[in-house]
């Protein structure tokens, strides 16, 4: 498996990355090289072993239903590049 | 040629918590704009999720209902996509081990059992809410509300069972039903608490690979589903008729102009990258957790709908309409133990109980004619001290009175008078008064004696019980 001209421009869009079209190569090459990584753990035979879905030991970390003060919504609005009557202003987006 | 539907759903349901799945946001709906959000809602740097464990029960409690399995190890998954109001870039779910797998339930259409398959449920975040159309908006700016976001819910992917527009409504009903008799979910598609996407595809009868289908969305209400399904399978008709193809895309419902629109092709299908989310550890349901949840499930409606048939021995219809929500069911029982006649309690809370509920617009545990109230009406009526047509004014009266009901049945002078001796002699009087109408009844005119009963019950001022009145008469008329 290898990354090509056609995978950098989807992932470039999928991710938002203006990527200028005479850097593809070079995203190409360091892309195959952690593929070609993997590859070799692919050589290891993993049969027997079962799926990791996380690096920590523990299961369960839960928290009761339970209501507790929000921020302040000056405060939730503080970072906010535009803001308006309590909301985020965002350029206008057209239905998904 | 003739034409087959195949028809999923894919249901979301806003689960009735009080926190929000991953933080402790008040899910409470309608207040000012982004008040119910924080760190972890509003993704800023470094915050972490923690898992609302009353989630968890909800979900399970939904794949209990639907005789799912439950994947006793569960995992939550990333859904990368951009969007204004999803803050994080993507939104937990669930993908490769969602909670519950592999469960059906049971829809009946014109008299007709049906098992439809669910394929999965999974637990998962709302994202947030984006304001466009409306006048106070500039209209190169969108606004975003961040209370919705976080706020749980499951989602309910049906198999492509579906035949019909009919089928998926009763379905849709069903599921709307269950929720609510668990008590995950209020079930208000007006206001989005529960939401339906439906997947459709046409196939000549007879052939077993699937058509090109169509996704459906917008459709708040179950007539509308049931509208836009059956838009979109005559659309999809006259397309293959016309020699054309059909377009994988989704539609937007518009029930303004009853048409569906196109939102999205498949040009820009997305690609959500799903993969497992590391800040959230896989949940494990021990035994203990399952049997907890499950000490806490109600009776379902089905189940219901059955004993009520067996214990009462009401007809299929009645049980069926009185197990239609768990309110009326839990009136209906209230009821029905004080009176001890499952028939007659059943036609009033079906008739006047339902009619006040709706007039009202009030559910049946907050009607001001409550259960008992209903039920010692019931037993007047039937120790004979009210008529069934006096027992309907009580219950009016009842409204808004609060005494109890023998007190209001006095008050109002319904009092029947069922006392044989002043009976008999209203009726002697009656017979008395009327010697030509005697000598005919005598003579073979035997519908004469309906004369008689409406002299007596004038007589008695309506008080009069007209089945006793009606006995002495044909006892005193044979002498």
Redesign the interface.
């Known amino acids: 498996m290898s990354v090509n001209h056609d995978d950098i421009k989807k992932i470039a869009s999928l991710a938002r990355l203006e990527i200028p079209e005479d850097q593809y190569a070079h995203y190409a090459g360091q892309l195959n090289r952690i593929l070609e990584y993997m590859e070799k753990l692919n050589e290891v035979n993993t049969d027997d072993v079962a799926p990791m879905y996380n690096s920590l030991e523990r299961t369960n970390v839960t928290r009761p239903d339970q209501v507790r003060p929000s921020l302040p919504q000056n405060e939730a609005l503080k970072n906010a590049p535009l803001k308006g009557d309590g909301f985020f202003r965002v350029p206008k987006v057209v239905k998904k | 040629m003739q034409y087959e539907a195949v028809i999923g759903l894919e249901i979301h349901a806003q689960l009735a918590?009080?926190?929000k799945i991953f933080c402790?946001?008040?899910t409470a709906f309608g207040a000012?704009?982004?008040?119910?959000?924080?760190?972890v809602c509003?993704a800023?740097p470094g915050a972490l999720p923690?898992?609302?464990?009353?989630?968890?029960s909800f979900a399970l409690k939904m794949g209990l209902a639907t005789r799912s399995r439950i994947n006793m190890?569960n995992?939550f998954a990333r859904k990368?996509?951009?969007?204004?109001d999803l803050p994080k870039g993507y939104q937990i779910s669930q993908f490769e081990?969602p909670i519950c797998e592999h469960g059906h339930l049971n829809i009946s259409v014109d008299g007709q059992y049906k098992q439809i398959g669910i394929t999965r449920i999974h637990m998962e975040e709302d994202a947030g809410k984006?304001?466009?159309d409306e006048s106070?908006v500039?209209?190169?700016?969108?606004?975003?509300?961040?209370n919705r976001c976080g706020v749980p819910l499951i989602e309910i992917v049906s198999e492509p069972d579906m035949r019909s527009a009919d089928e998926a409504a009763a379905y849709l009903t069903k599921i709307r039903q269950l929720v609510r008799y668990l008590g995950i979910c209020d079930g208000n598609m007006e206001e989005g608490s529960l939401r339906c996407d439906a997947n459709v595809s046409i196939r000549p009868v007879g052939q077993e690979s699937l058509g090109v289908k169509t996704e459906l969305k917008n459709m708040n209400s179950i007539k509308n589903v049931e509208k836009a399904i059956d838009y979109e399978i005559k659309r999809q008709i006259d397309v293959l008729e016309d020699g054309g193809e059909i377009v994988q895309e989704t539609l937007?419902w518009d029930p303004a102009k009853n048409e569906a629109r196109t939102?999205?092709g498949k040009e820009d299908a997305h690609?959500y990258?799903y993969f497992?989310d590391?800040d959230?550890?896989?949940?494990?349901i021990d035994d203990t957790w399952l049997a907890k949840v499950r000490a806490d499930m109600p009776e379902l409606p089905d189940e219901r709908r059955e004993r009520f048939e067996k214990e009462y021995g009401l007809p299929a219809y009645d049980a069926e309409v009185l197990t239609t929500s768990r309110e009326t069911a839990d009136y209906f029982e209230e009821a029905v133990i004080k009176t001890n006649t499952p028939k007659r309690t059943a036609n009033w809370v079906m008739g006047e109980v339902m009619r006040l509920s709706n007039e009202l617009n009030l559910g049946l545990s907050r009607l001001p004619v409550t259960a008992e109230k209903l039920a010692d009406l019931i037993r007047a009526i039937e120790q004979g001290d009210i008529s069934q047509s006096a027992a309907k004014m009580v219950f009016e009266a009842l409204r808004t009175r609060k005494e109890p009901v023998a007190e209001l049945i006095d008050q109002l002078g319904l009092r029947q008078v069922s006392d044989s001796g002043a009976l008999e002699e209203m009726v002697s009087k009656v017979l008395a008064d009327h010697p030509e109408e005697v000598a005919s009844y005598k003579n073979g005119r035997k519908n004469v004696i309906g004369f008689f009963v409406g002299s007596v019950m004038r007589l008695s001022k309506g008080k009069a019980d007209p089945k006793r009145v009606n006995e002495i008469l044909t006892r005193k008329l044979a002498e």
Not at chain 2, 50 to 56: A, I
Not at chain 2, 80 to 84: H, S
């Open positions: 918590t009080q926190s402790s946001c008040s000012a704009p982004n008040t119910q959000v924080c760190p509003l800023l923690v898992l609302n464990e009353q989630v968890v190890t995992q990368n996509y951009f969007y204004a081990l984006s304001i466009h106070f500039n209209r190169s700016e969108s606004l975003v509300d961040l937007l939102m999205r690609d990258r497992p590391p959230l550890v896989p949940v494990v």
